[in-house]
T-cell receptor
Framework: DVKVTQSSRYLVKRTGEKVFLECVQD?????MFWYRQDPGLGLRLIYF???????EKGDIPEGYSVSREKKERFSLILESASTNQTSMYLC??????????????FGDGTRLSIL | GESVGLHLPTLSVQEGDNSIINCAYS??????FIWYKQESGKGPQFIID?????DKRQGQRVTVLLNKTVKHLSLQIAATQPGDSAVYFC??????????FGTGTSLTVIP
């Protein structure tokens, strides 16, 4: 089974802090994704990566950055946390699509509160 | 951009009955669709998927139907059990290989 592990289940930080959310997958997947999930809005894509050191902006990248130094690890960085970034953050991974359709596999999320 | 929505935000069914959860999508070019189940405190879990060149796919107690004419996707759960209580949402793969997710339907199974 694919295992996507997010380092923290719950996190409380203060406004203005730099926050790191870590995600590791164990299936050698090329693709990794960061979403935030808010009530009534569904999952919204923040950033994704198709390869090491490669990143692409999703639909809501403002206020965030990412890092992918190793294939199995994808980090989300809140440069200067603000209260509107309080949310559930979900990491996902999937293999390269190629000729085959492959679903994304998710971690259990990090519930982040910014005070 | 794409928008994916669900017809009902909540659904209650009796244990043992069949459940039908619906989803509408807007991008006729979407070629791949997925249903996820999300239990409280957990991440979304893959249930079943379907390609756009199919109109039906069956899994264990679940069936996904795709109607491309009206851009509608449904998930049918047979003999619903208490463990099926969760939020279900659909996802479509649109342009640029990105997925777009619906907001979810909360299914409650009444014992």
């Amino acid at each position: 089974d694919v295992k996507v592990t997010q380092s923290s289940r719950y996190l409380v930080k203060r406004t203005g802090e730099k926050v790191f959310l870590e995600c590791v997958q164990d299936m050698d997947h090329e693709n990794m994704f960061w979403y935030r999930q808010d009530p009534g809005l569904g999952l919204r894509l923040i950033y994704f990566s198709y390869d090491v050191k490669m990143k692409e902006k999703g639909d809501i990248p403002e206020g965030y950055s990412v890092s992918r130094e190793k294939k199995e690890r994808f980090s989300l960085i809140l440069e200067s946390a603000s209260t509107n970034q309080t949310s559930m953050y979900l990491c996902a991974s999937s293999p390269l699509t190629g000729l085959y359709n492959q679903p994304q596999h998710f971690g259990d999320g990090t519930r982040l509160s910014i005070l | 951009g794409e928008s994916v929505g669900l017809h009902l935000p909540t659904l209650s069914v009796q244990e043992g009955d069949n459940s039908i959860i619906n989803c509408a999508y807007s991008n006729s070019a979407s070629d791949y669709f997925i249903w996820y189940k999300q239990e409280s405190g957990k991440g979304p879990q893959f249930i079943i998927d379907i390609r756009s060149n199919m109109d039906k796919r069956q899994g264990q107690r679940v069936t996904v139907l795709l109607n491309k004419t009206v851009k509608h996707l449904s998930l049918q759960i047979a003999a619903t059990q208490p463990g099926d209580s969760a939020v279900y949402f659909c996802a479509e793969r649109g342009t640029g290989n990105q997925f777009y997710f619906g907001t979810g339907t909360s299914l409650t199974v009444i014992p």
